[in-house]
């Protein structure tokens, strides 16, 4: 199938510092979606974005939409101790399935 | 509340034996998808259904079943077939009117005894 490379695979911060994370893809996509898992419990959606170029905030969270629709970003500002998680990247294509391929995750980690 | 239920949180198998993870949503959604994740990796698909008595593998769906009766219920068999089946499972389900937009049950752990 298809293969989303996320990076960086993990990330260890000291609380307060900003986070960014990335997906790229060989394939375009239509949707692209960040989601947070926490452990032991299934992921949350966290942002979905819809047009190329678009930029989505929520809350300290921001992602973008690539213009090229093969690359996505997340933006973590003001880091604290509950933004420790697994976050993932998605990518719905087209379709009638409209299934999701993941990125494989990046762990962070916040130092106190 | 409305949302996606997973029975059991943790479920031993003994050799040679089938075991079902059961997924409930009450979200009225049309779509239920099986994914399985190993440690360090991706969600990788198992099966989806986009509409009842209907179904389709996904990436990985040897030595999987499944079954989509009801529209609230898609069990995920896990048969003596699948030599390697430790690994979290995860159900989702989507709806159309929400953008396909998947929503995540809390998932089962599924050890090997």
């Known amino acids: 199938g298809q293969q989303l490379n996320q990076s960086p695979q993990s990330m260890f911060i000291q609380e307060g510092e900003d986070v960014s994370m990335n997906c790229t893809s060989s394939s375009i996509f239509n949707t692209w979606l960040w989601y947070k898992q926490d452990p032991g419990e299934g992921p949350v959606l966290l942002i979905a974005?819809?047009?190329?170029?678009e930029l989505t905030s929520n809350g300290r969270l921001t992602a973008q939409f690539g213009i090229t629709r093969k690359d996505s970003f997340l933006n973590i500002s003001a880091s604290i101790p509950s933004d420790v998680g697994i976050y993932f990247c998605a990518g719905m294509g087209i379709g009638s399935a409209r299934q999701l391929t993941f990125g494989s995750g990046t762990q962070l980690t916040v130092l106190p | 509340d409305g949302g996606i239920t997973q029975s059991p949180k943790y479920l031993f198998r003994k050799e040679g034996q089938n075991v079902t993870l059961s997924c409930e949503q009450n979200?009225?959604?049309?779509?239920m998808y099986w994914y399985r994740q190993d440690p360090g990796q991706g969600l990788r698909l198992i099966y989806y259904?986009?509409?009842?008595?209907?179904?389709q593998k996904g990436d990985i769906a040897e030595g999987y079943s499944v079954s989509r009766e009801k529209k609230e219920s898609f069990p995920l068999t896990v048969t003596s077939a699948q030599k390697n089946p430790t690994a979290f499972y995860l159900c989702a389900s989507a709806a159309r009117v929400s953008k396909n937009i998947q929503y995540f049950g809390a998932g089962t752990r599924l050890s090997v005894l």
């Open positions: 979200l009225n959604h049309d779509a």
């Open positions: 259904s986009q509409i009842v008595n209907d179904f």
């Open positions: 974005l819809y047009k190329a170029g």
